[in-house]
């Protein structure tokens, strides 16, 4: 490769063979030489035209997007022209954000990835060359079919971020896969297990159904910006005399909108849900007869922890039943209760059997306690005064959010992805939320909900899926993935399908060492992002803007199903996330498997279906209704769990968690954070805790490489002028943040809005925003080790993570 004559390009040095379609774009095409082109070299200038080829299609903007956006877009002589709503859609559901519009620019970015690329150099320079799908496929094939020969299909990683998305990728190849390890899953590895959710804690009920509450709690949340596309949820139920309390440390536009903002000190979250737990039950302030009925408070405990059952008490053998799903016989040991009508002990679900709460002096049941008991007992050292020292807010704004939440009559706790959910004790803060809503019963009620309200969290829709053979399935890792870096495993080669590397793993300068270890990566991407680099061979996939087909995808969010139709051409050499896909298995001999077409793939999806609230609809209505279909029913907003029947062994809210038992979590039990606590010697050192909190303008890591973005925002770290002024440091002055474990350079802005110790930032900022480093280069990868036993595995705590800072 001739490095004299390459240019650089977002990090990544590449040469050019010819690889531009003449039908990619209008007008003439050109590029610099030796390099990838750039919008001056290829974008034809506009020209007045007397009528201009103009048509109009439909699709959805980014299938993990939570704005669920369906986008109305005019195409002009095979080019993208305008975005904006659907106009098929009722108000409500109509919108478009600064992301969907500014991909009239940013589709034809300078990052945009154009052809598929093979790495020259070592891994990790970023230096490549231009080759042919042909030349890509044969060495991906290769390479796959060789590390199945020597390790096993499993030994190939297929890790998933925001975009593109191919599902059945990992299932065609054998390949180990996980759903985004240690993002996302910090609070629901406490709050879900109780009500049999999945780890993502979304909230129990739709946004819509805000209007319906009487008190509403958002916590480390910036809902107002992070779920912008329902924040009118939020000024409706304002509007109708609902009390918002924000709880942040840092002051958020959704704060700005509340009656109360709380600043808490970060990291100690935890703390002040398990003081507000001691208020409720010393007070008495609980639903005595929600907890008896609806969850696991009266079961009985034994002396060593365990939870009793009804086989152990009375020799009777376990109930059968067969799973509807599988046909398999279930075995179930019922809980146990102390029956005040009968005074004996009998099956928690018996025939007019009245639990008692309290056993403590009940002959018969001596040797026992209740759940409710071990929680009071659990709680004696989380008093309200313990919690206000822990958290640095004051007694009687504890007691006030405590009192006001147990007794409403109909109160929403808002819990965030991005704020308390990435520090490693989030876990317990579910846990502690999980027995707060459980003793106050708001849950299962129009206005009582709990949970992230992210995308809306409106009706579901189970498209059909494409039937695979039913030996080609996905492999299930023996660890998480950030556990790969530093365990002995078997995984060889990673396909990232989206910037996965950077944005799953903290303590990038470990990851990088870790990926030159393996014996082949595959990068899938729309953009040369910073995960780009560390690959073997790179191919470029397309945006939801362009199909070639008259379908391409189709989703099901924000109460709608919609399909992506019919865009522009693919733009340079790439292909769709659906031909990315095909190509990989016929490299592999296991195409034969596929749809033949997109359109195949999502008329089967759709047509087959048997989602009750899609009865009737099949692809051709779609295409007739612009692209998009309201579910049927969704004229109220959707009420989670309002029979009160949970998905959990005992069909109730189960806050006991026996699993967790060995590493005193079986009810929650503070802990400090890793690295943020006040007494941390290193804070010596590394006086600043660093907090990345998510943007209206960015979708994880996407989008920091849009110009039309980076003209409202890019990257920098944000501080408050009291701390700034005592390190020196002046507003925009170029500062250098760093730890042990790495450093990153960029500007600092004053503003008084951040909590006063914290250095504030936004999550998912690429090296190219960066004056040098990288943002992962700081951030801690350390976890607990009761991850192991935890429902998603361990969070990757990324804001429990202590830096310095100083002038550059």
């Known amino acids: 490769m001739n490095q004299t004559n390459a240019r650089s390009l977002g990090g990544a040095t590449m040469t050019r063979r010819s690889f531009v379609k003449a ?76 992301r969907g519009i500014s991909e009239i620019s940013h589709i034809y970015g300078e990052t945009r990835l154009q052809t598929p690329l093979r790495r020259v150099g070592e891994r990790g320079e970023g230096n490549f060359e231009s080759i042919s799908w042909d030349e890509a496929m044969k060495e991906v094939g290769d390479q796959i079919k060789a590390i199945w020969d020597k390790y096993g299909k499993e030994a190939v990683y297929v890790s998933y971020s925001s975009e593109p998305r191919m599902g059945m990728l990992p299932a065609l190849l054998g390949a180990s896969e996980m759903e985004e390890p240690g993002i996302d899953i910090g609070i629901g590895n406490g709050l879900d297990p109780m009500k049999a959710g999945n780890g993502f804690y979304a909230c129990t009920n739709e946004t819509r159904d805000m209007v319906n509450s009487k008190f509403i709690m958002i916590n480390g949340h910036n809902f107002c910006e992070t779920g912008m596309m329902q924040a009118r949820n939020l000024l409706d139920a304002l509007a109708a005399g609902v009390e918002l309390v924000v709880v942040d440390p840092h002051f958020s536009t959704t704060a700005s909108k509340a009656h109360k903002w709380i600043p808490i000190k970060p990291g100690t979250d935890a703390a002040m849900y398990l003081g507000m737990v001691s208020h409720i039950l010393d007070n008495e302030l609980y639903d005595e007869e929600f907890v008896l009925a609806h969850t696991s408070m009266p079961y009985l405990l034994k002396k060593d922890g365990t939870l009793l059952r009804w086989e152990e008490v ?32 009998q099956p928690y679900d018996g025939e007019k059997v009245e639990p008692a709460l309290t056993v403590e002096g009940v002959k018969g049941a001596s040797s026992y306690k209740t759940v409710f008991e071990a929680i009071k007992e659990s709680q004696q050292p989380y008093t309200i005064e313990w919690a206000s020292e822990r958290t640095g807010i004051p007694t009687e704004d504890l007691v006030y959010i405590a009192e006001r939440y147990a007794t409403s009559g ?76 530093t365990q002995p495993n078997n ?56 199909c070639p087909e008259e379908v391409g995808d189709v989703k099901c969010a924000a109460n709608h199903i919609m399909i992506q139709e019919r865009g522009i051409d693919p733009l340079f050499e790439s292909k769709t996330d659906f031909q990315i896909m095909t190509e990989i298995a016929r490299a592999v001999g296991v195409a034969d498997v596929l749809p033949k077409s997109q359109v195949e793939l999502v008329r089967h999806q759709v047509d087959k279906n048997e989602a009750e609230n899609l009865a009737g609809y099949t692809l051709d209505m779609l295409l007739e209704h612009n692209g998009i279909l309201p579910f049927q029913g969704i004229e109220k907003p959707r009420i989670g769990f309002a029979d009160q029947v949970y998905a959990t062994e005992s069909g109730r809210l189960d806050v006991y968690y026996e699993k967790m038992l060995k590493w005193d979590q079986a009810l929650p039990t503070w802990e400090e954070p890793i690295e943020v606590y006040d007494e941390n010697p290193a804070r010596e050192q590394f006086p600043f805790q660093l907090t990345q909190t998510r943007s209206r303008f960015f979708i994880h890591s996407m989008y920091y490489d849009s110009k039309w973005i980076n003209q409202f925002f890019d990257a920098y770290v944000e501080m408050n002028p009291s701390d700034m002024a005592a390190a020196g440091i002046a507003d925009r002055d170029k500062v250098e943040v760093y730890n042990d474990r790495g450093s990153f350079k960029c500007q600092v802005v004053a503003n008084e809005s951040v909590h006063p110790g914290s250095l504030r930032t936004t999550e998912g900022a690429w090296a190219r925003n960066m004056e040098d480093g990288h943002l992962q280069s700081v951030t801690n990868d350390q976890m607990r080790e009761r991850r192991v036993d935890l429902m998603k595995g361990g969070v990757t705590p990324f804001n429990d993570t202590l830096v310095a800072v100083r002038k550059a």
């Open 23 to 98: 039908a990619a774009v209008a007008g003439a095409v050109g590029v610099t030489a030796g390099g990838m082109a750039t919008t001056s070299s290829w974008l034809a200038p506009t020209q007045a035209v007397a009528e201009p080829e103009e048509r109009i299609t439909y699709t959805f903007h980014q299938s993990l997007c939570n704005g669920n956006c369906s986008l109305k877009c005019t195409i002009r002589d095979g080019r993208l022209a305008k975005v904006e709503p659907n106009d098929a859609l009722e108000a409500e559901y109509s919108m478009c954000c600064a």
């Open 314 to 345: 009375s020799g009777t053998k376990p109930r059968e039943s067969k799973d509807e799903k599988t046909g398999e016989t279930v075995t179930f040991d019922p809980f146990v209760v102390w029956d005040t009508k009968t005074k004996s002990i």
């Open 410 to 485: 109909a109160s929403m706790l808002g819990l965030g992805m991005g704020g308390a959910d990435k520090y490693a004790n989030a876990d317990v803060l579910g846990h502690a939320v999980g027995i707060m809503v459980a003793l106050t019963g708001n849950i299962g009620a129009p206005g009582k909900a709990v949970g992230s309200m992210h995308g809306g969290r409106g009706y579901s829709a189970k498209l059909a899926s494409w039937p695979l053979p039913d030996d080609m399935k996905a492999a299930e890792p023996e660890m998480y993935a950030y556990d790969f870096r």
């Open 491 to 546: 995984i060889h080669a990673v396909i990232s399908v989206g910037n996965t590397l950077q944005q799953f793993f903290a303590n990038m300068n470990l990851t990088a060492e870790w990926l030159k270890g393996l014996d082949f990566v595959l990068g899938i991407d729309i953009y040369n992002n910073d995960s780009i680099k560390f690959c073997d061979i790179v191919l470029p996939s397309c945006s939801k803007f362009e």
